[in-house]
């Protein structure tokens, strides 16, 4: 899909072109210009040739977890990226993007990082992720007559890469999926994930825009962070969490904190109670993620996850356990990697 000269074209047509355009493309989820008969045939036949919107990729289903889907989307400059469906109970479905191919911040624990930094994907590159899965549950749905047809409901920048070291696309692919016009996401339904860039975190407090955020913190002192994620010898967790107070103050918002639980490594009684220290303020909460299997550690068993959340709890720290989907296919959090099976 490329419809970087959509405009150009555009241009010469009438303006009422333009809206319906946009309701073929971004509500409609037409896979071909064939498809949106109200246009000229001229005009359908340019725009197929100078704006494909063919998406070429390949999905992988999961056996266990029927609710986990990933597609490695091939893009113009054979360049791959992947993007996970999960499709909930009540039809709720929620879409993962990346925002980077690979990333440049390698945390300890994450196979993305460890795959290396290639590019930043610009905002048609990320909406595209969206757009297919929605022309992907169009499909599915519509076979039955008698179904709903289903639609994206969430979108969580949690894919590959990290979303504020691309900051201008990610707004711009932001302010494009919630405009009324083209895809008409609520900015509620959208999350951003950062590792912590506390530019990232103030440029977005100044955004009129009700997207939420979470915090990958993973530990409860500077030492431990370091070890794990690189970005902490940058930004200390004083710098860190002043930024998501100011946040906080700003859009009146709640924050999630995200702790991934690696066996022996942050997941004692006493980190729990170290993080619940640090944790103990208003619209702070935190959730817990089961470490996905990349190579260097182990899971937390999910006694102790329960047992770590219950001290939590206990010390006025609302605490989730985030549900896993997608393991056996690497759709997990931590696990896309953008490699094409051979
Ligand atoms: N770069 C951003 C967003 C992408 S990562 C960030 O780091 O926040 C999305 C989430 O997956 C983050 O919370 C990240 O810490 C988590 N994650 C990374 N590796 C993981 C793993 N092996 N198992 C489970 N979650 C992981
Ligand atoms: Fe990048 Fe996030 Fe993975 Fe860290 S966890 S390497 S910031 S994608």
């Known amino acids: 899909m490329n419809l970087s000269n959509l405009s150009k074209i555009l241009a010469k047509e009438p303006k009422y072109r333009y809206a319906q355009v946009n309701k073929a493309v971004w509500q409609d989820f037409i896979g071909s210009w064939d498809e949106v008969s109200n246009l000229p045939k001229a005009l359908r036949e340019t725009l197929a040739l100078e704006c494909p919107l063919e998406i070429t990729a390949q999905i992988f289903k999961g056996k266990g977890h029927a609710g986990a889907l990933k597609a490695l989307i091939t893009l113009e400059d054979e360049r791959a990226i992947e993007t996970v469906l999960i499709r909930q109970k009540e039809h709720r479905n929620t879409v993962c993007v ?14 993305t990082g460890q795959f290396g930094f290639e590019r930043n994907l610009t905002a048609e590159e990320i909406v595209e992720q969206v757009v297919f899965w929605e022309r992907y549950l169009k499909k599915e749905t519509s076979k039955n007559p008698n179904a709903v047809v ?14 504020f070291l691309n900051y201008a696309e990610f707004i711009k692919a932001v302010k494009f999926l919630n405009n009324p016009e083209t895809l008409n996401i609520g900015a509620r339904r ?3 994930s950062t590792s912590g860039v506390v530019e990232g975190i103030k440029r977005l407090s100044g955004e009129k825009l ?4 979470a915090i990958s913190l993973h530990a409860a002192n500077d030492n431990l962070r370091r070890d794990l994620m ?10 860190l969490l002043r930024a998501v107070d100011n946040y906080i ?12 639980m690696i066996k022996n490594i942050n997941d004692t009684d006493k980190d729990a109670a170290d993080l619940a220290a640090l944790m103990n303020k208003p619209l702070y909460m935190v959730n817990l993620i089961p470490y996905n299997p990349t190579g260097q550690f182990k899971a937390s068993s999910p006694e102790r996850i329960e047992k770590f959340k219950a001290v939590l709890e206990k010390n006025g720290v ?3 356990v985030r549900l896993s989907f997608g393991g056996d296919i690497l759709a997990a959090c931590g696990q896309l990697r953008g490699k094409k099976k051979k």
Do not use: H
């Open 98 to 111: 990346s925002s980077q191919i690979g990333c440049p911040l390698n945390c300890a624990f994450c196979a």
């Open 150 to 163: 289903e639609k994206v409901d969430n979108i969580v920048f949690m894919g590959m890469g990290e979303p």
């Open 190 to 192: 959208l999350s951003v």
């Open 210 to 213: 009700q997207v939420n955020l």
């Open 230 to 239: 690189p970005i902490a010898k940058k930004y200390a967790l004083r710098e």
């Open 249 to 260: 103050e700003k859009t009146g918002r709640r924050v999630m904190f995200e702790y991934l």
């Open 318 to 320: 609302p605490a989730t």
